[in-house]
C-alpha cells in the first residue's frame, strides 16, 4: 500500500514551506555547506552547486512522486529568503508514519524557525494527510536538533547504539568520521494539543503549488 502526498506548499506566520525550484540552488548549496550541516549529515562535501541542482531537480521531486515523503524548501515569509528544509521521508502509508529530518540556514538559527517548520509539517501530517505517527532521530551530540525534537512536543523513546556517522573536523582541517549513537523521538497526534498554542501559530496549506 502506497500513496503520494500533494504537490502542497504550507505557510505559517513567518515563514513559507514549499517546493524547492531552481533559483533556490545557490542559497541551498551554502547552506549545505555549514559547517554544523557537514558534521551532523550524509550530504557530500564540500557540497557543490551541481550537488543542489541535483537534489532540486530529481532526487527532492522525485520522494514525493515516488512515495517515499515530500520536502519542504522553507523560506522567510517576508524576505522569500531561503531559511532551511524540512524532509518527510521512510513514509509507511500503511502504518500512516514518516521520519522528519531538518536543516536551518546558519544565517536563520536563534530564531526558533526550526521548531515553527517542523510543526507546521507535523500538523499538516497528522491533520491533513491523517497520518498516526511522525519519527525523528537526533545524533547523539546534536543538542540543538534535540531541543526542536522537545519543542514540538516529541517524546523520547530510546537510543539506537553506533547507529550513525557523524563527522568531526581535525586541526588540520581534514573532516573524519565518528560514529555516533542516535536518539529516536517520536510525535503522535495526541502529543502537539496546546503544543501550536506556545509555538508561532499554526499553518495554511495551499494546494497545488507552481
Known amino acids: ?20 525550484e531552481e533559483p533556490d540552488v545557490e542559497a541551498f548549496a551554502e547552506m549545505m555547506n555549514d559547517e554544523l550541516v557537514t558534521a551532523w549529515t550524509s550530504v557530500p562535501q564540500p557540497y557543490t552547486e551541481a550537488d543542489a541542482r541535483h537534489w532540486i531537480t530529481d532526487l527532492a521531486p522525485a520522494e514525493r512522486t515516488e512515495g517515499r ?24 502509508w500503511r502504518v ?3 521520519e522528519m ?6 544565517w536563520a538559527r536563534g530564531e526558533g524557525y526550526a521548531s ?20 525523528l532521530r537526533t545524533a547523539a551530540d546534536n543538542t540543538a536538533s534535540q531541543q526542536v525534537a522537545q519543542k514540538i512536543g516529541c517524546i523520547s523513546e530510546g537510543v ?7 563527522r568531526s573536523r581535525a586541526d588540520n582541517g581534514e573532516w573524519t ?22 509555538l508561532t501559530g499554526g499553518f495554511t496549506s495551499f494546494d497545488d503549488w507552481n
Open 177 to 198: 568520521d565518528v560514529r555516533t549513537d542516535l536518539i529516536v523521538w517520536s510525535l503522535l497526534p495526541e502529543d502537539l494539543e496546546g503544543v501550536g498554542d506556545q
Open 96 to 98: 500512516r508514519s514518516s
Open 116 to 135: 515553527e517548520a517542523a510543526l507546521a509539517a507535523a500538523q499538516w501530517l497528522f491533520h491533513d494527510q491523517k497520518f498516526e505517527r511522525l519519527e
Open 69 to 92: 515523503g515530500i520536502v519542504f524548501a522553507v523560506t522567510e515569509f517576508l524576505t522569500q529568503r531561503l531559511v532551511g528544509v524540512v524532509h518527510l521521508k521512510n513514509t509507511d
Open 101 to 106: 529530518a531538518y536543516v536551518i540556514a546558519p
Open 1 to 20: 500500500m502506497t500513496g503520494t502526498f500533494p504537490d502542497v506548499s504550507l505557510s505559517t506566520e513567518r515563514l513559507v514551506l514549499r517546493p524547492f
Open 160 to 166: 539506537l547504539r553506533g547507529a550513525w556517522i557523524a
